[in-house]
C-alpha cells in the first residue's frame, strides 16, 4: 500500500491516507481544538516558529499545525495528489517484498 505525501511546508510533509479532515486554526473549532489537543500534548507543530493557519487531525488522534496556504493544501489533498510516495513498510523494505504481490507471507 502507498502511502501519499503532502508537502506541509519547511520540509515536512503529512500523509494524505492517516488525516481525517482539515479546519482552519483560526476557526473556532480549529481554536478549540489546538487548546485540547495542547492540554492533552498531541499536537504536531509544524509551523516553524510562524503562526498556525490549518489544523489537520489524524487517524491516530494527533492534531497537525501548519502554516501553509490552506487552499493549497486543500487541493493536494481533493487531488490525492502528495508529490512524493513511500511505497511498503520498512521490512517490506529491506527484504525488498514491497509493492510484490507475488511473494507469499510466511508462517512463523
Do not use: C, W, Y
Request: net charge neutral; hydrophobic share 45%.
Amino acid at each position: 500500500m502507498a502511502t501519499e505525501l503532502v508537502h506541509m511546508g519547511f520540509h515536512n510533509f503529512a500523509a494524505i491516507n492517516r488525516v481525517t479532515f482539515v479546519v482552519s486554526a483560526d476557526s473556532a473549532v480549529g481554536r478549540r481544538l489546538i487548546r485540547q489537543f495542547g492540554n492533552q500534548g498531541i499536537v504536531i507543530d509544524m509551523t516553524a516558529g510562524r503562526s498556525a493557519r490549518i489544523a489537520l487531525l489524524t487517524d491516530s488522534d494527533h492534531l497537525i499545525l501548519a502554516s501553509a496556504n490552506p487552499d493549497v493544501i486543500g487541493k493536494s489533498f481533493a487531488a490525492g495528489q502528495g508529490g512524493a510516495s513511500m511505497q511498503g513498510t520498512p521490512a517490506e523494505k529491506a527484504t525488498g517484498a514491497a509493492g510484490d504481490e507475488s511473494v507469499a507471507p510466511r508462517g512463523i
